[in-house]
């Protein structure tokens, strides 16, 4: 039960993280006739951001260990727009209307989601060691 409630902790913060870049990014929309439905949406698109960022994350920080070395880090901000990117395609095919204008905005969008998401899980999150 406390990993079902961890988990729906973890999509509330992603979605809220997603909510504050449509806020603040240009290029990152998320659309909808309620707030119920837009509110809707951003769970839905938080579940596949998280889908997105198990599978495949894992997978590009392992093929590409040696760019993360030799850029300090910096190309996981590279890797977070794309899959910020691929999120937003996904949303299309599923016919949510969550959607990224381009690079740069998943760029900022990915800062602004991973610095929401950090800032909530501590205030919220709690501790994932025990």
């Not at 729906?8 to 929309?29: N, R």
């Not at 938080?46 to 392992?62: E, S």
């Not at 691929?86 to 095919?93: D, E, V």
């Amino acid at each position: 039960m406390i990993a079902f409630v961890r988990i729906l902790l973890k999509v509330a913060i992603t979605a809220a993280a997603l909510w504050a870049a449509t806020e603040l990014i240009s290029g990152i929309t998320v659309t909808g006739d309620t707030v119920g439905r837009r509110a809707l949406t951003l769970i839905v698109v938080a579940i596949v951001f998280g889908v997105v960022n198990a599978v495949i994350k894992p997978i590009v920080k392992t093929l590409g260990c040696a760019f993360y070395v030799l850029t300090l880090g910096l190309f996981g901000l590279i890797v977070n727009a794309l899959l910020l990117l691929l999120t937003s395609h996904l949303a299309g095919r599923l016919d949510l209307p969550f959607h990224v204008d381009g690079f740069w905005p998943a760029f900022w969008g990915a800062i602004v989601v991973g610095l929401v998401g950090w800032l909530l899980h501590l205030l919220f999150g709690g501790d994932d060691d025990d």
